[in-house]
């Protein structure tokens, strides 16, 4: 039986359960909305200026006035926006989620048909990854995006004890994270590895815009070829440190590989001194009434997708089996996730 764990507030969460039909329909619908005006910009405008003049907004954008205002609307009836004429601004709860807008786009940009379409894969009718995919720019957008909000200071307390001069980090997204830890430690450079071409494409703009033009490469690469299939990337090898956040449960989806992972990622960096690997965990049944952001929608997409995910103590004792020391395990920031601390043992 695996040990209770006392959680902290935010991974308790504030939802009660269970949801009443009201309560999950407008949620459904919130979620839709939020990530609707984020990714239109009103939400950064209402941040960066305190209000927005919505018609200026509309013209300034070429938008749909029409469209804009109902979005508007609905936020203000979710309690997101307070609305006075055409002028808007962020209620005290609109301000909070800009901390968890990441969830959002990773759920309702990076997973809608995924989540839409339970049913059709429970039938067998439709399978993930072969007619049924996720929005690969959406999710490694999402993860940026929660990376900055919740991670980043936690990571940095991390990467601050540790002396590098090659940093690679595994499913990096859009390589936010790589360059922005390799822009304040200069004399280093880094690599981020992702298996998405759009993702990799974004990265290359995120190293543009750091002005890291040859310091930091965006890769597009099957980490797993690297593991098991000698693929080499020019110059990983050389790491001194290596990272993976919210990807480490991809490498372990093939049960007949698994205890193989942790001793091939060692052999793959053989000069890596430190391994910090992020990932969330099965959230732990102790008989709460409330759920947190993010949890049950990371448990059910990876459901869906096949993917298994497993409990804190589970990763621990795969690190253990794969001769790695487990220096900490640090809470980090999402619902659920922790920040791994290893090196060999």
């Known amino acids: 039986m695996s040990p209770v764990h006392t959680l902290t507030a935010p991974w308790q969460g504030e939802a009660q359960t269970p949801l009443h039909p009201d309560t999950a329909f407008n949620g459904f619908v919130c979620a839709h909305v939020l990530h609707a005006l984020e990714r239109l910009g009103l939400f950064r405008r209402v941040e960066d200026e305190g209000s927005v003049e919505v018609p ?10 029409a469209v804009v205002h109902a979005l508007v609307r609905a936020a203000e009836s979710f309690g997101y926006l307070a609305v006075s004429g055409d002028r808007v601004r962020a209620t005290r709860t609109g301000e909070e989620v800009r901390q968890a807008i990441g969830f959002f786009t990773w759920g309702v940009g990076g997973y809608h048909d995924v989540f839409a379409n339970a049913a059709a894969v429970a039938r067998g009718e439709r399978r993930f990854g072969v007619d049924l995919h996720r929005d690969e720019g959406m999710v490694a957008l999402g993860s940026a995006q929660a990376d900055s909000a919740l991670m980043r200071h936690l990571l940095d307390q991390e ?19 790589v360059s922005r830890l390799v822009k304040a430690r200069p ?35 099957d980490v797993l070829d690297i593991l098991f299939n ?14 993976s956040f919210m990807f480490l449960h991809d490498l372990l989806v093939d049960p007949e590989r698994r ?15 430190t391994f910090l690997l992020g990932d969330t965990t099965v959230r732990p049944r102790n008989g709460e009434d409330t759920l947190p952001i993010f949890s049950s ?44 601390v290893l090196e060999a043992a």
């Open 297 to 340: 929608g990371f448990e059910l997409a990876h459901a869906l997708m096949g993917v298994p995910i497993y409990t804190r103590e589970a990763y621990e004792e795969l690190f253990a089996k794969g001769g790695m020391h487990l220096r900490s395990a640090v809470p980090f920031g999402a619902p659920h996730t922790y920040l791994f």
């Open 259 to 273: 205890d193989q992972v942790i001793p091939r990622l060692r052999a793959a960096f053989p000069k890596a001194n």
């Open 159 to 177: 990467i601050s004890r540790l002396d590098f001069t090659t940093l690679v980090d595994l499913g990096a997204g859009v390589s936010e994270r």
């Open 187 to 221: 004399g280093s450079r880094g690599i981020g590895i992702d298996i998405s071409k759009s993702a990799t494409e974004l990265g290359a703009e995120t190293v543009e815009r750091y002005g890291l033009r040859g310091t930091v490469e965006p890769v597009c690469a």
């Open 230 to 243: 000698d693929h080499r990337v020019e110059g990983a090898d050389e790491a001194d440190v290596v990272m």
């Open 56 to 65: 200026s907004f509309c013209r300034e954008h070429h938008l749909d006035h």
